[in-house]
T-cell receptor, first 114, second 110 residues
Framework: GAGVSQSPRYKVAKRGQDVALRCDPISGHVSLFWYQQALGQGPEFLTYFQNEAQLDKSGLPSDRFFAERPEGSVSTLKIQRTQQEDSAVYLC????????????FGPGTRLTVT | KQEVTQIPAALSVPEGENLVLNCSFTDSAIYNLQWFRQDPGKGLTSLLLIQSSQREQTSGRLNASLDKSSGRSTLYIAASQPGDSATYLCAVKNDNDMRFGAGTRLTVKP
């Protein structure tokens, strides 16, 4: 079956632009997570959804970051007024049930802010 | 705040060798610990998941152990192959979030 997919795979944005990153979780998965992975580092948690409810957004680095999952399936991570320090790979993961089950990761979106 | 450390940061071994990757964490109140593999430019592939009540999990040539009380996990790879070359990440789950180590970059030389 299909895994987690993310689009676009690569995104180059000029500083100050807004970007939207999409995540399609595995069908039927209840939980969805976003992570930010800087070069040479492990992923850092950004936010977590259970169905359409955003239960934890404590990892979002600033109010320029916004995530939504309006129908409990596809999720979008939006970054407004991008800065160079936002350059990273953004990973999405989904899990079939509520915590603490295994997470399945997408390939990530590599964002480069110039 | 949970902190996860992986040692060594990089490891190079000849093909066929057995090896151990280490992961330590500061908060033992975890739900589970997961080992991942990451190939360059790719997402994470889950290798093994150990629930907090378990001591180890095995899959093929991989064996992961968990000692919650000491805040440690090891990933044992038997008879390493060049195809095992990748970055290996461990991650621990507390409540809603998952904390990752920085990874160990493994190179297996033919």
């Amino acid at each position: 079956g299909a895994g987690v997919s993310q689009s676009p795979r690569y995104k180059v944005a000029k500083r100050g632009q807004d970007v939207a990153l999409r995540c399609d979780p595995i069908s039927g998965h209840v939980s969805l997570f976003w992570y930010q992975q800087a070069l040479g580092q492990g992923p850092e948690f950004l936010t977590y959804f259970q169905n359409e409810a955003q239960l934890d957004k404590s990892g979002l680095p600033s109010d320029r970051f916004f995530a939504e999952r309006p129908e409990g399936s596809v999720s979008t991570l939006k970054i407004q007024r991008t800065q160079q320090e936002d350059s990273a790979v953004y990973l999405c993961a989904s899990s079939p049930r509520m915590l603490p089950y295994e997470q399945y990761f997408g390939p990530g979106t590599r964002l480069t802010v110039t | 705040k949970q902190e996860v450390t992986q040692i060594p940061a990089a490891l190079s071994v000849p093909e066929g060798e057995n090896l151990v990757l280490n992961c330590s964490f500061t908060d033992s109140a975890i739900y589970n610990l997961q080992w991942f593999r990451q190939d360059p430019g790719k997402g994470l592939t889950s290798l093994l998941l150990i629930q907090s009540s378990q001591r180890e999990q095995t899959s093929g040539r991989l064996n992961a152990s968990l000692d919650k009380s000491s805040g440690r996990s090891t990933l044992y790879i038997a008879a390493s192959q060049p195809g095992d070359s990748a970055t290996y990440l461990c991650a621990v789950k507390n409540d809603n979030d998952m904390r990752f180590g920085a990874g160990t970059r493994l190179t297996v030389k033919p």
